[in-house]
């Protein structure tokens, strides 16, 4: 269906809960407000559909859809742009992020999950939004060592390397204030990182493995060496290792001062899949799990 940049589909006679109107997944009709007064409106619609997605792969959809009401053309009505949802959850962003900032005390916020579950990009949006630096501790690791990336530190020098560089990377951070660091997703299986985390407040980003698996194979394994050795099709091998590592660090994260369940997430906002989170939603409850341990 993607494949064709613009369809038309036409819906007749389609009734519309006038109740419903207020909530905007991820998108909303316009209606004047003489039509928001009728409880349910039986209405004629013509919508030019534009299936895309945006940076992060969220599946979107960009309306321009003709009303009829009462055999009469009432208005044209045209879908939220990415940019003003975008803005409405900046808003929320900074709402809530000013209720925190006073009792955060310029401590480090540490996020850690799996690998795969947004803990740079909620990071860079969450630091943003607290008035943060961001710090990748992976990045750190990489510019120490003089590589490109954590995968090439795996070949070259094994995981043990790494791990040990990993934890004198926290070492470092745990005496800097006001960053928000994103830690590697096996970050939480040493004891003396937890020691330097915990001078900061930490954040478990949890995401369904199924979700997990389904971020990593649209990309590909050959990044994650913890990974790319599996074999079978990229989906079935990043969930059958995501599920073995999972089993050996899921009480370590449960270390973690406060959890962001991506599953809670979309049971509070009516989502039956976690794949329409989006990076700003999970940072707003991020911050609203950080402001009830404060």
Known sequence: MEANFA????????????????RKPAGFLRFSGR??????????VSAQFRPVRDENRHRLASFEVSCSYNNSRVSTLESESLQDLLDDEALILKNKSQEIEPYLNGRCIYLVGMMGSGKTTVG????????????DSDTLVEKDVGVTSV???????GEHFFRDKETEALEKLSIEHRYVVSTGGGAVIQDENWTYMRKGISVWLDVPLE??????????TKTRPLLDS???DAYTKAFRR?????????????NANARVSLENIAAKLGYKDVSNITPPMIAIEA????GNIL
């Open 242 to 254: 995501l599920s073995a590592l999972f089993e050996q660090r899921y009480k370590a994260y449960e």
């Open 151 to 157: 995968a090439e530190i795996f070949q070259i020098y």
């Open 287 to 290: 911050i609203e799990q950080i």
């Open 124 to 135: 860079k949006i969450l630091s943003q939004a607290i008035h943060y630096s961001f710090c």
């Open 230 to 232: 599996e074999p079978g």
């Open 35 to 44: 039509l928001k007064e009728q409880k349910r409106l039986q209405v004629f």
């Open 211 to 220: 979700e997990l698996a389904q971020r990593i194979a649209a990309v590909g």
């Open 7 to 22: 369809q038309r589909m036409q819906i007749s006679t389609t009734w519309i809960e006038t109740g419903n109107l207020a």
